[in-house]
């Protein structure tokens, strides 16, 4: 129940704030629907957070293989960023990268729960880095170069 009080205060608060159309925040359930379309696209979703070095030098892979690929591939990046952080550091971050991919925001403080449900393997670390179509799934617990991305994406294409 605290977690759900939490949530709905931090909807409150961003649907008050001056950027309430920069951020999608949902909790797992609404993320859920991210992780598992059922079209003729390829995903790539990235877990990512500003407080992470290794997650913030792999964005720009993540923007040059969506606009490389964007008729097939569809990138989204799913911040674990703080509730706290969202207008000190998510927004100005967003703002100044200007990232043309869809970024949303994981904000579910049961992570036992929800980890295990993305990959039964994954121990939260990140990046990660899930690859998906309809005929093919796999999960990536690691950062990557630009070329190892593009080589793991060409695999779903081809």
């Not at 605290?2 to 608060?13: D, G």
């Amino acid at each position: 129940m605290k977690s759900f009080i939490y949530f709905i205060l931090t909807l409150h608060i961003l649907s008050c704030s001056p950027n309430q159309n920069k951020l999608e925040v949902y909790d797992f359930q609404g993320v859920k629907k991210f992780l598992h379309q059922k079209d003729n696209k390829t995903y790539v979703v990235n877990f990512w957070a500003t407080w992470c070095a290794p997650c913030i030098k792999e964005l720009p892979y993540f923007e040059q293989i969506q606009e490389k690929y964007k008729k097939d591939v569809e990138v989204i990046l799913i911040s674990l960023d703080f509730p706290s952080q969202y207008e000190t550091k998510l927004i100005p971050f967003l703002e100044k990268k200007q990232l043309k991919s869809k970024v949303i925001v994981l904000d579910d403080v049961d992570m036992n729960s929800w980890i295990p449900k993305i990959d039964s393997n994954w121990d939260g670390a990140i990046p990660v880095t899930l690859i998906y179509n309809s005929k093919n799934r796999q999960f990536y617990p690691q950062s990557f170069t630009y070329d190892e991305l593009t080589i793991e994406v060409e695999k779903f294409l081809n």
